[in-house]
């Protein structure tokens, strides 16, 4: 199994542009969460999503927007790239308590 | 905000010795947990405690949980050069609604085991 895996590992974007990062989990986990981690920070949560087809916000979702469309894909999206959204960008499942976390996508924006 | 709070935010420490983290939360919890984040690498699931619980154990790690002063932590013991990396503790509360799962993490402690 391949577990959580993302899609890219890195992206620079400029401010204004717009990007997908996908998340995929082989696991038939139910939810699955979209988290940013800043420099020197834990993991804040930016949208979640209990089933396929239903996601809700978290603790920081303003823009960024998400898609659960097959219940192994969580997409999140940036419709207008700002600087003040670089960061790293992890991925988890989970069927109970303890949450499977991809690798992570760096993200610049400039 | 922040839910938990890890104390200290880093410790360097011999090979061999102990390491203890401690972490602080601020509402009621269902359960704690303690996660693993080695550089540039996502998180990796350590060991649950939950609320009715005041002591567990796995392996090397022992995690101590006080309801009353909502704190809990992490002894690592005879630390290893591999055991270098942040350790963050996460709880289910304030956000969850028991629908999702969701964790609230601290700011982590970042630990160095020198050789």
């Known amino acids: 199994n391949a577990g959580v895996t993302q899609t890219p590992k890195f992206r620079v974007l400029k401010t204004g542009q717009s990007m997908t990062l996908l998340c995929a989990q082989d696991?038939?986990?139910?939810?699955m969460y979209w988290y940013r981690q800043d420099p020197g920070m834990g993991l804040r949560l930016i949208h979640y999503?209990?089933?396929?087809?239903?996601?809700a916000k978290g603790e920081v979702p303003d823009g960024y927007n998400v898609s659960r469309l097959k219940k192994q894909n969580f997409l999140l999206g940036l419709e207008s790239a700002a600087p003040s959204q670089t960061s790293v960008y992890f991925c988890?499942?989970?069927?109970?308590?303890?949450?499977?976390f991809g690798p992570g996508t760096r993200l610049t924006v400039t | 905000s922040q839910q938990g709070e890890e104390d200290p935010q880093a410790l360097s420490i011999q090979e061999g010795e102990n390491a203890t983290m401690n972490c602080s939360y601020k509402?009621?919890?269902?359960?704690l947990q303690w996660y693993r984040q080695n550089s540039g690498r996502g998180l990796v699931h350590l060991i649950l405690?939950?609320?009715?619980?005041r002591e567990k154990h796995s392996g090397r790690l022992r995690v101590t949980l006080d309801t009353s002063k909502k704190s809990s932590s992490l002894l690592i013991t005879a630390s290893r050069a591999a055991d270098t990396a942040s350790y963050f503790c996460?709880?289910?509360?304030?956000?969850?609604?028991?629908?999702?799962?969701?964790?609230?993490f601290g700011g982590g402690t970042r630990l160095m085991v020198k050789p």
């Open positions: 988890a499942s989970s069927y109970s308590d303890e949450q499977y």
């Open positions: 999503s209990v089933g396929e087809g239903t996601t």
């Open positions: 696991m038939n986990h139910e939810y």
């Open positions: 509402t009621s919890i269902n359960n």
């Open positions: 405690i939950r609320s009715n619980e």
């Open positions: 996460a709880t289910d509360g304030p956000l969850n609604n028991n629908a999702g799962n969701m964790l609230t």
